[in-house]
């Protein structure tokens, strides 16, 4: 089913919400798509390319996501019978705001609930060289690799810090690897969140000690450690060639349209048309800053590895814990920040403006374009609920989910308060032309109609 789009923010008050269709094909972004998509297609079959299958399908997937012409679930109020259209949706990972966003909550609620213990954490975020970004994106190995090895250095960080060694001592973390920039550029990137502390056992029960915050020593320390392993690795692999002067990639794979597409994107350079291979168009609203920048504490740099651990939240911010979470979740567009300027151009504001000055970038859209620890007690029987963590968080439905993350309460009918349920999921094609044709004609919207003309199942399927 369809899902709202949701801001990265406090909860909303149950009395302020109700539920309107999410309505896909008025937003800029389907605009663009549907405009641009096949045009982008055709410009790299000229060049005798084409994308993945897997990625035409997540085009084609989000044309139809949230459209009642493509299905919907018909539901009705048990006590005065009013009924509501609800569309399905595409459930794809790419770049669709409003399945990314119900991921999002999906994610950040499990998260929360099920996964991580209440005890303080902190964000650990690793960015990476432009290089290293290309190799990332292309050789799946890769990336998982270089995680371990950035996990087990600020592991050992923290049992070090608490006096403690790796066979007493152990801490965690989850990470949620992100594979956008603000300015819509391929960068990948870890968010970790790790446990500001470790466990250590003692008369047979586990313990926490929470550690200092990292110093700006101890953070460049950490870096020189996962540079200097990350690099060992690489050249071990044969994905990295060093000799007395420089290092550079050795990818031993042949060159494809998508190749072609990342590099561009990771440099900000645009792919295909006329400024092929130029640099993107930005914007400067704001004067450049010219004093020095101020130094952070929590941030260490190094060969174009970045590493920043200044957010953290208590044991008892649980509400912070799942909007950090919703953010590190977070899909890649942002369509509140998408815009067309007055020449018909694409423009996206940046979240945090560059130094420069730089506060969006314009596009050209007729270019061709565990146990112990956890909430859950996962890993043991439990006898008060014979499901698992897992059947638990599946029947978290879709409109439970509504209601706990926006206050959104679809399960009641706003009429008269009576329970609504499900009572048809509507995929022929016909049948449903004849739906929506009958509402067209009554000329009614088709995500509700008055009470008194519900009683009965629309012309073509009665229930």
């Known amino acids: ?134 190799l990332f994106a292309t050789e799946p190995a890769a990336l998982t690799a270089v995680l371990g090895i950035v996990y087990r250095a600020i592991a050992a960080h923290l049992i070090r810090k608490a006096g403690l060694t790796q066979s007493t001592a152990q801490t965690g973390a989850v990470t949620l690897i992100q594979r956008f920039g603000s300015a819509l550029n391929l960068n990948i990137h870890f968010h970790l969140l790790v446990l500001d502390g470790v466990y250590v056992r003692g008369h ?86 010219t004093r020095r920048a101020p130094d952070k504490p929590f941030l260490a740099s190094a060969d174009g590895f970045s590493l920043h651990a200044g957010v953290a939240a208590g044991a008892d911010e649980r509400k912070k814990v799942e909007r950090l979470c919703r953010y590190i979740a977070r899909p890649a567009i942002a369509t509140g920040r998408l815009s067309l300027t007055g020449q018909g151009q694409v423009r996206y504001t940046l979240k945090t403006p560059y130094r420069d000055g730089t506060t969006h970038v314009v ?51 706003e009429q008269c308060g009576g329970k609504v349920r499900v009572i048809a999921s509507i995929e022929d094609p016909a049948v449903m032309g004849r739906i929506l044709g009958h509402l067209a004609s009554r000329e009614l919207p088709a995500g509700s109609r008055p009470p008194s003309r519900a009683r009965g199942a629309p012309p073509g399927n009665r229930t």
């Open 204 to 289: 047979d029960k586990l313990q926490f000690r929470r550690v200092p915050p990292p110093t700006k020593a101890e953070l460049d320390g950490i870096l020189r450690t996962i540079t200097r392993r990350v690099g060992r690795h690489l050249q071990r692999r044969g994905w990295l060639t060093r000799d007395a002067e420089s290092s550079h990639l050795t990818l031993d794979r042949e060159d494809t349209a998508l190749d072609s597409l990342l590099s561009h994107s990771i440099t900000y350079r645009i792919a295909l048309g006329p400024r092929a291979g130029q640099k993107a168009f930005t914007l400067r609203s704001l004067p450049a800053t």
């Open 1 to 134: 089913m369809e899902s709202l789009q949701p801001a990265v923010g406090p909860l909303v008050p149950l009395s302020s919400a109700r539920y309107e269709r999410h309505r896909p094909e008025a937003t800029l972004l389907y605009e663009l798509v549907a405009q641009h998509y096949p045009a982008f297609i055709e410009a790299l079959g000229e060049e005798g390319r084409s994308l993945p299958a897997h990625m035409q399908q997540e085009f084609e997937a989000y044309l139809k996501c949230g459209r009642l012409e493509h299905g919907f679930l018909r539901v009705r109020c048990t006590q005065c019978r009013a009924e509501r259209l609800v569309a399905f949706s595409c459930k794809r990972r790419g770049f669709c705001p409003s399945c990314g966003a119900r991921r999002m909550v999906e994610t950040a609620a499990l998260l929360v609930d099920e996964v991580l213990p209440r005890q303080p954490l902190r964000q650990w975020v690793l960015s990476v060289p432009f290089p290293l970004r290309f």
């Open 363 to 413: 596009f050209e859209p007729h270019n061709r374009w565990r146990t112990e620890v956890t909430p859950a007690g996962r890993g043991t029987p439990t006898t008060s609920d014979p499901r698992t963590p897992a059947e638990r968080h599946r029947a978290m439905t879709w409109a439970q989910r509504l209601k706990r993350v926006f206050g959104i309460e679809i399960e009641t009918c």
